[in-house]
């Protein structure tokens, strides 16, 4: 099984400031890796797939990179309603696996 | 809009049983892979079990083999989780998920939820 690997646990950011979020895994999973955000008491919702591709609707100030162990969400200005916590998925492998997640809290 | 609605979740002693559904709307459900995936109170997402578009093959995460059984209907676009033998630490909201991929994810979109609770 594919550990990944999230981090920071906790962002504290302020509206208006660049967030980068970090996604290690244990072994390659070529660039099948994909970023989930859940709000709290909401459902998750994909924001990019296959690495760097965002999901449909899904806003330009999300941004992803990486490839084989190492990954990168990057959340260009952070607004108000983007204060969540942010999964990363490998789907490269079976069984599919998540990160711990990443809490991005306004500070 | 595609839709996903899971039911069936509630209170159930150790050791008893749960059936949860998941009713699925406006996309072709026989095209796809789908999922149940869950997250205990206040922890991450864990991937629990699988099936394949025609059913032919279903897989589980090894902590809920044995107990836990997918399936599906595609006449009714229904995806079930049938649960036995329930512990404590199965405790979880209950999330259904589309694949459109290749089975291993990425999900999109999910289920609103059913919370499962195993406890006397």
Partial sequence: EIVLTQSPATLSLSPGERATLSCRASQSVSSFLAWYQQKPGQTPRLLIYDTSNRATGIPARFSASGSGTDFALTISSLEPEDFAVYYCQQCYNWPPTFGQGTKVEIK | ?120
């Fill in chain 2, 1 to 120: 809009e595609v839709q996903l609605v899971e039911s069936g979740g509630g209170l159930v002693q150790p050791g008893g049983s749960l059936r949860l559904s998941c009713a699925a709307s406006e996309f072709t459900f026989s095209n796809y892979w789908m999922h149940w995936v869950r997250q205990a109170p206040g922890k991450g997402l864990v991937w629990v079990s699988r099936i394949h578009s025609d059913g032919s093959t279903t897989s589980y995460a090894d902590s809920v083999k044995g107990r836990f059984t997918i399936s599906r209907d595609n006449a009714k676009n229904t995806l079930y989780l049938q649960m036995n033998s329930l512990r404590a630490e199965d405790t979880a909201v209950y999330y259904c998920a589309r694949d459109p991929s290749r089975g291993s994810g990425p999900f999109d979109p999910w289920g609103r939820g059913t919370l499962v609770t195993v406890s006397s």
